[in-house]
């Protein structure tokens, strides 16, 4: 259900809002997005919009998005059942929710700023919602939810998973995709809180309510590239605007980019069945636990 962020009554919809008979308090719809917390929009600071463009621009092609998008998807194949009710929180350029969409599932998705709810190619998504992670409208709604690359620029890591598990229906798994090894922190971490190793994830799961089904590094062939990216491009502070950044990063040589992509989908066959020790990011898949 959806609930009231005052009081956590029921929320009814009425018109062009979600209200709460009890307290009052009211959602707006504008533009097919459901507002709950439109203020903290414009002081959210943990990850910048303006580089939006930039990363759809490259989402089609660049290896990282391709493998990324690809690697998810066989993983929610495995795992939760077509025409399941999705939500993708931190939806970014919505990649992965029109991917899933394309698959069967009935997705929503999320995020705290509007810039990416408004985003002409996330109106494909007809269910959108504005909301803090930290303050979650939902109980018991969802069967699975994504989080790609988000979990790292939230503050508490371990409150935002047990906000997603309320969201959960009973049995409801969450996926996510997090950066891996604090030894490759570079400058394009600038904008995380950290990167993760497998025993922080198994820790902060277990502590928010969660069993895991499957938790793994990839990008495990490009390390020696990851390796050498965090020895050369250190973070160091710099002050470059997010987009200029984002450019910086994404940039590539088309025939690497083949390359690239041929070997690490290689990779993604090789690994569905082993856990390899290192590897650019990890996959975790979880379920809520019973008690
Ligand atoms: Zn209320």
């Known amino acids: 259900m959806i609930i009231c962020l005052k009081c956590k009554s ?56 391709k493998i990324r998008r690809d690697f998810i998807l066989k993983i929610f194949s495995k ?8 939500m993708e ?3 970014g350029t919505g990649n992965i929710a029109r991917e899933l969409k394309n698959n069967g599932y009935d997705v929503v998705i999320s995020d705290v700023h509007k810039q990416f709810l408004d985003f002409e ?12 992670v930290n303050e979650p409208p939902f109980e018991d709604h969802f069967n699975a939810i994504g989080m790609f690359d988000v979990l790292e620029h939230t503050e508490e890591d371990e409150q ?25 922190w570079n400058k394009y971490d600038y904008s995380h809180k950290r990167r993760y190793n497998l025993k922080r994830i198994r820790e902060i799961f277990k502590n928010s309510g969660f069993d895991i089904l499957e938790a793994k590094h ?10 050498i990216r965090a020895l050369i491009e250190r973070d160091n502070g710099n002050k470059d605007s997010a987009d200029d950044l984002a ?17 690490l989908s290689l990779e993604c066959k090789l690994i569905a069945n082993i856990s390899p020790k290192i590897g650019g990011s990890i996959i975790v898949v979880a379920q809520k636990s019973k008690n």
């Open 218 to 227: 990839f990008f495990v062939s490009i390390m020696p590239l990851l390796f």
């Open 89 to 91: 929180v931190g939806t």
């Open 121 to 132: 190619k996330n109106k494909i998504i007809e269910k959108r919602y504005q909301f803090d």
């Open 10 to 65: 029921e929320l009814r919809k009425e018109n062009e809002r979600y209200l709460c008979n009890s307290c009052g308090f009211r959602a707006d719809i504008i533009n097919g997005v459901v507002y709950f917390k439109p203020e903290i929009d414009e002081t959210f600071e943990s990850y910048n919009p303006n580089a939006l463009d930039v990363f759809y621009k490259y989402e089609k092609e660049h290896f990282w998005f």
């Open 160 to 184: 935002v998973l047990k906000n997603i598990r309320k969201m959960l229906k009973d049995d409801g798994k969450i996926i996510i995709t997090v950066p891996a090894h604090s030894w490759l």
């Open 247 to 263: 450019e910086q990063q994404m940039a590539i040589n088309p025939i690497i980019n083949k390359i690239l992509y041929t070997i």
């Open 79 to 86: 795992y939760v059942k077509k025409s399941s009710l999705v």
